[in-house]
């Protein structure tokens, strides 16, 4: 009997842009990444969520290959993000979460020394990009404001034209205009065939911009999905004025109920699911005003990242 075809070979073009397997960097004291996996598929823009602490820059440093992993595997592109580190940062537009110091030059001197190290980029995209973002590269670099430091680093990001934009809080400091502009930049990327990661405490950009989003906390993936994919039940913050209101006590004994008040006439609450019971509630009370909206991912992500009570999360990095 003949042997069996060989599998058929996954190429550069054939992988997901990231995927992560077990990945793990462990600082002791529940400090870290712990056991991460995560797949992105190609042509997306993922945000990666969480508050300070909860690992989002050290999973970044990973797979930049800054940080070694304890265990666990990373590939980027199809290439292993260790072994293939090299080739991979010529792929990869990165921006840091911490920026760099260059002490006595100019941003376009910055700018010039890193387009060097890399080679292959083009100088009137620089000043194309330069010009977009509103930055001045004939000022000193360490006498900016971090508003335009981070309009360096983003210009360094986006001038090689990469595949995959690895994106570490990449709109802290910004002004409107300038943020317009880079989501400006987001949208020709995507439609170019980039894929984009960034992580970002700005959660109305991040459901405005992201295909998918991830939620971190303390080191661990707690859930991945679109915005709808994570509302898995729908939530509402419901806000009455009700005439003759029950008690309080049978208010929060309604099916999906929860976070429930009332203040003389004013009745605030919020409900998961069916609406009925709670509906069924404020017309027995003579409700003569309803104000209802769908939860925010803000409002998803307070919910999901309260500790339990007596338990802060210990920092991370």
Sequence with gaps: MPAPPPPPRVTDDDAPAVVCSGLTKDYGHGHGVFDLDLVIPRGE????????GAGKTTTI?????????????????????RRDSLALKRRIGYLPGELPQFPGVSAGYVIGLLAGLRGGVDPARVE???????????????????????????VQAFMHAPDLLILDEPTLGLDPLVQ???RALLEESLAGGATVLLSSHVLAEVELLCHRIGLI????????GSMDELRTVRAHRVEAIVRRPSTLAV???????????????????????SAGPLLAWLTAGDAVEIDSHELTLEEVFLTEFTP???LAPAPQR
């Design 45 to 52: 823009i993922f945000g990666f969520v969480g508050p300070n």
């Design 128 to 154: 194309a990009l330069a010009r977009r973002l509103d930055l001045d590269l004939d000022r000193r670099y360490e006498r900016l404001s971090h508003g335009n430091k981070q309009k360096v680093h983003l």
């Design 180 to 182: 317009h502009e880079f």
């Design 217 to 224: 906390r303390a080191g661990r993936l707690l859930r991945v």
């Design 251 to 273: 208010l929060t004994s309604l099916p999906g109920v929860s976070e429930a008040a009332i203040d003389g006439e004013r009745v605030t609450c919020t409900v998961r699911g």
């Design 308 to 310: 339990p009570p007596g």
């Design 61 to 81: 440093r990973l797979l930049m290959d800054l940080i070694r992993p304890d265990h666990g595997a990373a590939t980027l592109l199809g290439l292993d993000a």
